[in-house]
């Protein structure tokens, strides 16, 4: 079994066959998914589709594209729809200043309100991070500092990670687990690859980004958790280690961060026992 920490389920591109989608990843034995949210509406389908799943888990949150409308009240949503049993995190949230689609000032003041709700809620976060690795550390540092660590040290995780291995490290030091999506496995890419040869394996996790990032091996293809097989495969070529153990290693990284639950498709049966998801999309 394996975990896909980072799967927008609630993408149009899932509109068609959103319910087929999350029962191939089980039958291909992905045992959890993190259907993670980037606005109030992605966040409240991702609720909703990690009660309709044993399989699915949520993680809610604005991402730094979506900051400049975190109002005080969506923020006040946010923490409603995060007292749900299968929200693991907060997220995705971060800076993003290679589109801007937010103002700089907005994604900051987005970051800190919602690192400062994970706090109060002790979950962990899921952070986002481009071209603005030296801004999000500055926060992240002044956050970390303040945050008593979950059991176990963990308080977030950065998502496909793209920073260097110095920033890996200073993240792990600050009690954050690294996540690694396609770009692990682009033959061109040869960055990511270097960077998950060198940071301890304690703190690696895999994710598909779904429906972006699609593994090179699935090229052409809509990306979905099925395919995270993909990226431990890439991750495990790098580190030069089993598939297997690849996943193992990173499934425990995922429970111990998230307190989630891995399922097999023999403990719910196959065909499954559950109704199709019907509810809203985005």
């Known amino acids: 079994m394996i975990v896909d920490t980072h799967a927008h389920l609630y993408d149009p591109g899932f509109d068609r066959d959103r319910d087929e989608v999350i029962r191939r990843a089980l039958r291909e034995g992905v045992g959890a998914?993190?259907?993670?949210?980037t606005d109030l509406d992605s966040s409240r389908v991702s609720v909703e589709l990690a009660q309709a799943y044993p399989w699915v888990y949520a993680a809610v949150g604005f991402h730094p594209h979506d900051a400049s409308r975190l109002t005080p009240e969506a923020l006040d949503e946010i923490a409603s729809l995060a007292a749900h049993p299968k929200v693991v995190a907060i997220g995705e949230i971060g800076l993003d200043y290679y589109r801007k689609l937010s103002p700089?000032?907005?994604?900051?003041?987005?970051?800190?309100?919602?690192?400062?709700?994970?706090?109060?809620?002790?979950?962990?976060?899921?952070?986002?991070?481009?071209?603005?690795?030296?801004?999000?550390?500055?926060?992240?540092r002044l956050w970390a500092g303040r945050r008593s660590l979950k059991t176990g040290g963990y308080i977030g995780v950065m998502h496909c990670f793209s920073g260097d291995e110095r920033e890996g490290m200073e993240l792990i030091g600050l009690g954050f687990m690294i996540s690694?999506?396609?770009?692990?496995?682009?033959?061109?890419?040869?960055?990511?690859?270097?960077?998950?040869?060198?940071?301890?394996?304690?703190?690696?996790?895999?994710?598909?980004?779904?429906?972006?990032?699609?593994?090179?091996?699935?090229?052409?293809?809509?990306?979905?958790?099925?395919?995270?097989?993909?990226?431990?495969r890439g991750l495990a070529e790098a580190r030069e280690i089993p598939l297997q153990e690849m996943a193992s290693i990173t499934n425990r990284n995922a429970q111990k961060l998230f307190g989630l639950s891995l399922i097999r498709k023999e403990d719910i049966g196959d065909p499954f026992p559950i109704p199709v998801y019907t509810g809203r999309s985005t």
């Open 33 to 37: 998914i993190i259907a993670v949210g």
């Open 104 to 140: 700089k000032e907005a994604q900051g003041r987005a970051l800190e309100a919602q690192l400062e709700l994970a706090s109060s809620l002790e979950l962990p976060v899921i952070v986002h991070c481009r071209d603005a690795h030296a801004e999000t550390l500055a926060i992240l």
């Open 180 to 232: 690694f999506a396609g770009p692990v496995t682009f033959p061109r890419t040869q960055r990511p690859k270097l960077v998950a040869m060198k940071l301890p394996m304690t703190e690696l996790l895999v994710e598909t980004d779904c429906p972006y990032l699609t593994p090179s091996e699935n090229y052409g293809q809509r990306n979905e958790p099925a395919f995270v097989w993909a990226v431990a």
